[in-house]
């Protein structure tokens, strides 16, 4: 199998959570490569459903390391609660890893995070108000706490020093909220250090050590292509880079190590949020694909925008990306459909439109073009063999694979790991 990124080809929420974890029986080391606790995967291993939002799905196989690595930031009262979890269900965390130099989200990045999308208003981002974006802008701007920081005192009353005062007169001041008292952040964040020291390390060099000695590696992103800070649509995106690029940069990982990608993609389209949703379904439709699919934020439990599937989108991913191939996710949620539409193109101002556009103002003003499809009645979670799938099901799929140039090797009909369709080998 080699080593993997696996990303998301839409708005997020593809089901990655799912296909990390059956890859992951495959694999040796899962790395978690970006992004924070904003996102959420949902896995179901025996009638039993795991939620997690920052240790890799790998965890649930007991011989798989799992790491978050740097380019990950870290809320690390959520990460204990999360591992607390675990093992209250018998999920072992004994060979688990963080990065020493991953970023760790403090109270006042919360805070910032959630005043600004009220101060905005009917401008918000969308944003789940973890503090992700916050800490990024930190980070960037070099005034980041990073999880080895909190096995040392002098250094997180150093950096605390050096920041507080700013963020404190910017809460304060602009936003008229309560400010943040140092020896308080130092207390809470180092015995946060203390109980989580065992785990943190330089993952970048157990990676490479891994990758040397012929293990394979699974590289998982959170959120999808289309909420990269850098090719998503801006301004309606994360604060990191879920693109396939990204996993080099966050796990400090050189390109060459890459064997292959895999793109996740919905047999439809969701979004949260706010931004341009070309193939938004507004009606009964979209409510009928929503409720369904059962799409509600596994983070936040807020309702996802539903519309039909953009292979304008999945194209624009595979190019930004360089898929090698597809999963396709919940075909079983169009099971009864009497049409199904594919989104080919747009029409922008009397112009069609084959590439996905760059231009948010370019894209708030688009109208799909559609290909449509005849639907099937037959369950199709109860297939395991995708010859014995609906022919309108098939034909559906194989218009897909045409319309984004990537063959299609997995195809998820339901959220249990039985409920799995393998079209080719890529996961021996």
Not at 225 to 250: E, F, Q
Not at 256 to 280: C, H, M, N, Q
Not at 335 to 347: F, M, Q, S, W
Not at 411 to 425: F, M, N, V, W
């Amino acid at each position: 199998m080699g080593n993997v990124v696996i990303v998301g080809s839409q708005w997020g929420d593809e089901g990655k959570g799912k296909i990390t974890d059956m890859i992951s029986k495959k694999t040796d080391v899962v790395v978690r490569y970006q992004g924070g606790n904003n996102a959420g995967h949902t896995v179901v291993v025996e009638e039993k459903e795991f939620k997690l939002h920052l240790i890799p799905s790998g965890i649930l196989y007991e011989d798989t390391t799992c790491v978050i690595a740097n380019g990950v930031v870290v809320d690390p009262a959520v990460l204990l609660e999360e591992i607390e979890s675990l093992i209250d269900r018998d999920v072992g965390v004994n060979d688990f890893h963080i990065s020493s130099n991953a970023h760790v989200i403090m109270p006042y990045h919360r805070e910032l995070d959630q005043l600004e999308e009220v101060r905005k208003g009917n401008g918000k981002i969308g944003t789940t108000g973890r503090g992700i974006g916050p800490v990024y802008m930190d980070k960037i701007g070099r005034f980041g706490i990073k999880m080895g920081d909190l096995l040392n005192e002098e250094v997180l009353r150093e950096k605390l020093e050096a920041t507080l005062e700013l963020k404190n007169s910017i809460l304060t001041e602009i936003y008229d909220a309560d400010d943040f008292d140092i020896d308080e952040l130092v207390d809470e964040y180092l015995e946060y250090g203390r109980q989580l020291q065992d785990y943190i390390t330089d993952t970048s060099y157990l990676i490479n050590q891994a990758m040397e000695q012929g293990d394979n590696v699974l590289f998982e992103g959170a959120q999808g292509t289309l909420l990269d800070i850098d090719h998503g649509t801006y301004p309606y995106v994360t604060s990191s880079n879920p693109t396939a690029g990204g996993a080099c940069i966050g796990a400090g990982v050189g390109p060459t190590k890459i064997d292959s990608v895999l793109g996740i993609v919905k047999a439809y389209t969701t979004r949260v949020g706010a931004g341009p949703f070309p193939t938004e379904l507004t009606g009964k439709a979209g409510e009928v694909i929503r409720n369904q699919g059962k799409e509600f934020g596994t983070t936040t439990g807020r309702p996802r925008r539903c519309g039909w599937l953009d292979a304008t989108v999945v194209r624009y991913a595979a190019r930004v990306n360089g898929l090698t191939s597809l999963a396709v996710t919940k075909l079983d949620v169009l099971d009864g459909l009497e049409t199904i539409k594919v989104c080919t193109g747009y029409e922008y101002k009397g112009e069609v439109l084959k590439e996905f556009p760059t231009d948010q103002r370019v894209l708030a003003e688009c109208e799909p073009i559609y290909e449509e499809f005849a639907g099937w009645d037959e369950d199709t979670s109860k297939v395991r063999e995708y010859d014995n799938l609906p022919e309108n099901a098939k034909a559906y799929l194989d218009r897909l694979s045409e319309l984004v140039g990537v063959k299609i090797s997995i195809l998820s009909i339901g959220p249990k790991r039985a409920e799995t369709i393998i079209i080719d080998k890529f996961v021996d």
